[in-house]
């Protein structure tokens, strides 16, 4: 039943409005066992402008999850030695995939059927024969949304940076790149000093606002490659890929000065904030040691007097 229509000529009226801009291809992953259907689906969504990734066995499933890190998974009810439904349980058992849009495709049409394969985790119940537009109108919509809560999701909302839980999967990622390509990385951890003292002289909105100026100021002087989070209060966390500890201790010394110069408005009043740093080489350890020794090394730089930089 699949190909019956051209899928080209419908594509390209819809690309016109979801793909119009240049936004990151939806990453889909489809599991269905009929390879037909399965080659049908990769024709629609690439067509589409999707990226997509098709398995015709379940138990590639766990290994497809990991590799292409799907935004949206379509799944086949049906296939030999286990249904859709399973899957989508083992899926929503993962905190890391709780938020992926699960959409099921199936010639299944008994809706008690289709009823209780949503209440398992799906999203949306397509059956098939599926009108290409209606199936990717449907992914569309939900990759759009599912991105859009990601986004809330992973940033802090005083500054915009990374917020903490994100700052430490990046530190993961960037573990296993620098082991990939055998290249350095640093970790540092950066702390406003006598923070408590400058919300209680000037009121905790002034905090808030220096807050914001280090961010700023941090996006702006660090490289596009880099990953700044707030990892606490007045904390914050700073990923250089690629960077050997001298040349961080530099870059974050000379941020340092510079904005330790800024003048901070307060009404009438105008001050100055300083911040130390501890700054830790990757040297082969795990997430959370590279974090303790760079925490050592910040807690040396406040003991040694503050504003300045530790590794
Ligand atoms: P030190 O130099 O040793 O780091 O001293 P400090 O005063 O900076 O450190 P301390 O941990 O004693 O105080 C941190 C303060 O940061 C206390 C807390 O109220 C404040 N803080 C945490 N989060 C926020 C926030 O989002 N906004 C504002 N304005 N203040 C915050
Ligand atoms: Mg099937
Ligand atoms: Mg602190
Ligand atoms: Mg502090």
Redesign the pocket.
């Known amino acids: 039943f699949y190909p019956s229509v051209d899928p080209g000529q419908l594509i390209e009226k819809i690309e016109t409005y979801t793909h119009g801009n240049t936004v990151e291809p939806y990453r889909v992953l489809v599991l269905d066992d009929s390879r037909a259907q399965a080659k049908f689906m990769e024709n629609v969504l690439t067509r589409a402008g999707m990226k997509a990734h098709i398995i015709t066995e379940p138990m590639q499933i766990i290994r497809a999850l990991d590799e292409f890190s799907p935004e949206i998974i379509v799944l086949d009810m049906y296939m030999p030695g286990c249904t859709g439904m399973e899957i989508a349980r083992v899926i929503r058992q993962q905190d890391r995939l709780h938020s992926v849009p699960i959409i099921y495709l199936s010639a299944e049409d008994d809706v008690s059927k289709q009823l209780h394969a949503m209440s398992l985790g799906g999203d949306d119940f397509l059956t098939k024969p599926i009108d290409p537009k209606h199936l990717i109108a449907t992914i569309h919509n939900r990759g759009r949304r599912a991105r859009s809560l990601l986004a809330l999701m992973i940033r802090d909302s005083l500054t915009g940076l990374f917020n903490h839980t994100h700052t430490l999967h990046l530190l993961d990622q960037e573990i296993v790149k620098a082991r990939q390509r055998d290249q350095p990385l640093c970790f540092a951890m950066l ?6 003292k400058i919300n209680d002289t000037y009121g905790h909105p002034i905090g808030d606002r220096v807050l914001r100026s280090l961010s700023m100021f941090l996006k702006q002087r660090l490289r596009k490659t880099d990953h700044i989070g707030r990892y606490g209060g ?2 914050f966390a700073l990923i250089l890929p690629g960077t050997r500890e001298s040349d961080a201790k530099n870059v974050i010394n000379e941020i340092r000065e510079r904005f330790a110069e800024l003048l901070q408005p307060a009404g009438a009043q105008e001050f100055n904030v300083t ?2 740093c501890g700054v830790a080489a990757w040297n082969g350890e795990n997430a959370q040691a590279l974090c303790e020794r760079a925490d050592r090394a910040l807690y040396e730089a ?1 003991r040694l007097g503050r504003n300045n930089v530790v590794s």
């Open positions: 702390d406003i000093d006598h923070f408590k007045e904390e911040f130390s406040k």
